[in-house]
Nanobody, 118 residues
C-alpha cells in the first residue's frame, strides 16, 4: 500500500514562487519515476515534469526554464520549485509514482491547489 501526500500549494501573485513537496510511503520498487502533473480548470490532466530514480529529468515545454523538479531518494520525496509563475499555471497539481513489478503501477496523490493572480 503506497501513499503520496502533496503539500506547498497556495495563492501567489504573478511573478512569484512556490515549492511543492510530495512524500511517498509504503512499498516502493526501483527503478521508478516520480512526476508532477497538473489539471487546469476545465482541462485534462497534463504532465509538468518527471524525474527518474537515476536522476534524469523531463519537462513540459510550457515550464522549461521556470520550474525545477528534484528528489531525495532516501526519503522518497519529490519537489517542484516553481518560479516566475503565470496566471496560466493555476491548477491542481498532482504527485505521481510509476514502477514496474510484474505490471505497471501508476499511483497518485490527492492534489494541491496552486492559484496565480494577475
Amino acid at each position: 500500500q503506497v501513499q503520496l501526500v502533496e503539500s506547498g500549494g497556495g495563492l501567489v501573485q504573478a511573478g512569484g514562487s512556490l515549492r511543492l513537496s510530495c512524500a511517498a510511503s509504503g512499498s516502493i520498487y526501483s527503478p521508478n519515476a516520480m512526476a508532477w502533473y497538473r489539471q487546469l480548470p476545465g482541462k485534462q490532466r497534463e504532465l509538468v515534469a518527471r524525474i527518474f530514480s537515476a536522476g534524469n529529468t523531463k519537462y513540459a515545454d510550457s515550464v522549461k526554464g521556470r520550474f525545477t523538479i528534484s528528489r531525495d531518494n532516501a526519503e522518497n520525496t519529490v519537489y517542484l520549485q516553481m518560479n516566475s509563475l503565470k496566471p496560466e499555471d493555476t491548477a491542481v497539481y498532482y504527485c505521481n509514482l510509476q514502477f514496474v513489478r510484474g505490471m505497471l503501477y501508476d499511483l497518485w496523490g490527492h492534489g494541491t491547489q496552486v492559484t496565480v493572480s494577475s
